[in-house]
């Protein structure tokens, strides 16, 4: 597998480059561009420098649509599975009780819940 490194840029650059598509749209063609194993890198670079996961995410939420302030609520349950979990999990599957447990929570509760994985969970 691939060293996975987070980016190496002033946090404020940093907060530009992470209020994108590519990281809180799953269904736009963004997504694609890396993987969500480097997505987790570099958001738990950019949270683990003592960036603002929240600013960020509100930021870029300001001026979008309904359709997509909610897929911003899937990428981010997305990368709590991705983290939280040892085996794989979709975000998608109503039968697992961990991921209706995380689909439950309100955004606030989700991105502290993320910010807490990144910090101690991704080296």
Do not use: H
């Not at 736009?28 to 670079?45: F, H, M, N, P, Q």
């Amino acid at each position: 597998m691939k060293y996975l490194v987070p980016f190496n840029e002033p946090i404020a650059e940093y907060e530009k480059i992470l209020q994108n598509r590519e990281y809180w749209d799953d269904l736009c063609d963004e997504w694609s561009y890396s993987t969500i194993e480097e997505k987790i890198v570099r958001l738990a670079g950019f949270v683990q420098m003592g960036g603002n996961l929240n600013k960020v995410i509100n930021r870029y939420a300001k001026e979008k649509d309904q359709y997509k302030r909610d897929r911003i609520q899937y990428c981010v349950g997305k990368y709590i599975l991705k983290i939280a979990e040892p085996y794989p999990m979709n975000i998608y599957d109503t039968r697992d009780p961990f991921v209706r447990r995380v689909k439950r929570l309100e955004k606030k509760v989700m991105v502290r819940f993320l910010v807490k994985l990144l910090k101690i969970g991704v080296r």
